[in-house]
């Protein structure tokens, strides 16, 4: 079974661009969290989503968002780039009830200059 | 104050040196403590989920347990592959359903 895909792996971007990253979930997973990789503050969650609803999400500003397609697919958009978005983000998925365990992808490194 | 603490935050180890991590949390409602590994540049690789105290669970060298505050990481005779960081994460009540509170790591160096 194929694991969980994410798109680009690498990206580099301006300040004050905006920028879409996507990730595949694991096949009949459904639930698809995001989270955010830096050195200083290590793995923070984003959000999450469970068949296309967002059901909870971190403490990160309005210019992070993302959503669900009906084919569990998810895409995360952060937009009016700032230098400290610069990191590593990871897109995790689980098959949801009874199981929570979840299964991450190898990541997008987003550089902004 | 952090939710998940784990020490040391790094360690060194001769290969087949025997070693524990340590991941103490001060959540309330835990549903479940995860254990990941990741290496440099890659997403966390799952290893274990323990749900309640006195839970044990094993995979080749590795080795899981939890109380009540606390989960240890044990290393029986690391090899120079078993280098990685390892991160421990819990899942609670008062958080999002799937949503993951993870420690900064411990990073595991092992020396031929």
């Known amino acids: 079974k194929a694991g969980v895909t994410q798109t680009p792996r690498y990206l580099i971007k301006t300040r004050g661009q905006q920028v879409t990253l996507s990730c595949s979930p694991i096949s009949g997973h459904r639930s698809v969290s995001w989270y955010q990789q830096t050195p200083g503050q290590g793995l923070q969650f984003l959000f999450e989503?469970?068949?296309?609803?967002?059901?909870n999400k971190g403490n990160f500003p309005g210019r992070f968002s993302g959503r669900q397609f009906s084919n569990s697919r998810s895409e995360m958009n952060v937009s009016t780039l700032e230098l400290g978005d610069s990191a590593l983000y990871l897109c995790?998925?689980?098959?949801?009830?009874?199981?929570?365990?979840?299964?991450f992808g190898p990541g997008t490194r987003l550089t902004v200059t | 104050e952090d939710q998940v603490t784990q020490s040391p935050e790094a360690l060194r180890l001769q290969e087949g040196e025997s070693s524990s991590l340590n991941c103490s949390y001060t959540v309330s409602g835990l549903r479940g403590l995860f254990w990941y590994r990741q290496d440099p540049g890659k997403g966390p690789e799952f290893l274990f989920t323990l749900y309640s105290a006195g839970e044990e669970k094993e995979k080749e060298r590795l080795k899981a347990t939890l109380t009540k505050k606390e989960s240890f990481l044990h290393i029986t005779a690391p090899k120079p592959e078993d280098s990685a960081t390892y991160l421990c994460?819990?899942?609670?009540?008062?958080?999002?359903?799937?949503?993951?509170?993870f420690g900064k790591g411990t990073k595991l160096s092992v020396i031929p």
């Open positions: 995790a998925s689980s098959l949801g009830v009874p199981s929570y365990e979840q299964y």
């Open positions: 994460a819990v899942q609670y009540s008062g958080a999002g359903s799937y949503q993951l509170t």
């Open positions: 989503y469970f068949s296309e609803t967002q059901r």
